[in-house]
């Protein structure tokens, strides 16, 4: 789809309207290899090359963040007492109006993914969304093999029965994957097999991979590769 040449740099490089134009005007912005000085040309991100300061601008308008969400702060994006993700972002990313993409537990830390593309936030989380999440769980008590069919037998948590997860066992710590985000899914269903979790670390959603470069609290922009794996485009 073609786009005003202000409307992709704004959108894509984190500029205010004025700031794109300004940056087109003084020919920062280069479009299939030729400068392009005229704010209100249009272009197709996917069909064509552009640059800003020689670096390339991505196709997608929406903003995907991968955050190593810390221990202690919400993920939400505000509360009236309580330290949310947003506060970790700097101004130009929290007004983009980003929404969390699968919640994680105030004591969770993690992969987090944060958007201001609806429409993927709601594939993601979708009860009919076929994205698995995988987890890394410390526990009170070492997970056994017995528990492994408990987890793949789809559990009875009460008011709903948890689709089949897949418990995998490691040294002094275990790995899951389910299918589903219901509100503490994880910590029930080791609740449920007599197991109280300690810590939970998110490691993948989908095809993403937490980027353990990361610290707790840290951040980036999606690469157009990660973009892609996620179904952005
Ligand atoms: N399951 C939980 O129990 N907590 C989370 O934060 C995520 C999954």
Do not use: W
């Not at 490691?203 to 980036?220: K, N, P, T, V």
């Amino acid at each position: 789809m073609k786009e005003r040449l202000d409307k992709i740099i704004s959108s894509r490089c984190l500029l205010t309207r004025t700031e794109a134009a300004k940056a087109i005007r003084r020919g920062r912005v280069s479009v299939d290899g030729k400068v392009c000085t005229i704010p209100d040309s249009k272009f197709d991100t996917c069909e064509n090359v552009i640059t800003l300061d020689g670096n390339k601008v991505k196709r997608s308008p929406y903003l995907y963040i991968m955050m190593n969400k810390p221990e202690g702060v919400l993920s939400a994006t505000e509360d009236k007492n309580c330290a949310t993700v947003l506060d970790l972002l700097p101004e130009e990313y929290a007004r983009r109006g980003l929404g969390v993409v699968g919640r994680l537990d105030k004591d969770a830390t993690g992969l987090l993914l944060l958007t201001d593309d609806g429409q993927l936030n709601h594939r993601l989380t979708s009860p009919k969304s076929h994205a698995t999440k995988l987890y890394r769980v410390t526990t009170d008590k070492p997970a056994l093999p017995e528990h492994i069919d408990a987890f793949a037998s789809g559990m009875d948590l009460g008011d709903f029965i948890a689709k089949p997860g897949k418990l995998i066992l490691g040294e002094g710590e275990s790995f899951v994957e389910i299918s589903e985000g219901k509100f503490h899914q994880v910590k029930r269903m080791f609740e449920k097999v007599g197991l109280h979790v300690l810590t939970l670390k998110r490691l993948r959603i989908g095809a993403l991979q937490l980027d353990e470069s990361l610290g707790a609290g840290e951040y980036r922009l999606l690469t157009e590769e990660e973009e892609k794996q996620i179904g952005a485009f």
